[in-house]
Nanobody
Framework: QVQLVESGGGLVQAGGALRLSCAAS????????MAWFRQAPGKEREFVSA????????YYADSVKGRFTISRDNAKNTEYLQMNSLKPEDTAVYYC????????????????WGQGTQVTVSS
């Protein structure tokens, strides 16, 4: 098991930036691919970004490509999501997750989730 705790959410104006962090504890953090998902009110949880462990390959949803950057520091057991040029449609609860098996884009492939952090972007 991996315990995940997100931080860094908040209220920001459109065009602004936020950096989310996800601190992991428990089993070896560096053994997992890690991802960020988000869920807006009344909508399903959606993939935002993922990063693999070994090579550090990164993956992004089209809606955030070029604006968000995912990274990880295995020595600190921490994953990050730098979010720039934020838009009101980015408003959601953001969750970090540890991958188990299957597609990185599918939330069912993840079996450890943080509690979420709220990101609100005002227009």
């Amino acid at each position: 098991q991996v315990q995940l705790v997100e931080s860094g959410g908040g209220l920001v104006q459109a065009g602004g930036a936020l950096r989310l962090s996800c601190a992991a504890s428990g089993r070896t953090f560096s053994s997992y691919a890690m991802a960020w998902f988000r869920q807006a009110p009344g909508k399903e949880r959606e993939f935002v970004s993922a990063i693999t462990w070994s090579v550090g390959n990164t993956y992004y949803a089209d809606s955030v490509k070029g604006r968000f950057t995912i990274s990880r520091d295995n020595a600190k057991n921490t994953e990050y999501l730098q979010m720039n040029s934020l838009k009101p449609e980015d408003t959601a609860v953001y969750y970090c997750a540890a991958h188990r098996r299957g597609s990185l884009y599918n939330s069912r492939s993840y079996d450890n989730w943080g509690q979420g952090t709220q990101v609100t972007v005002s227009s």
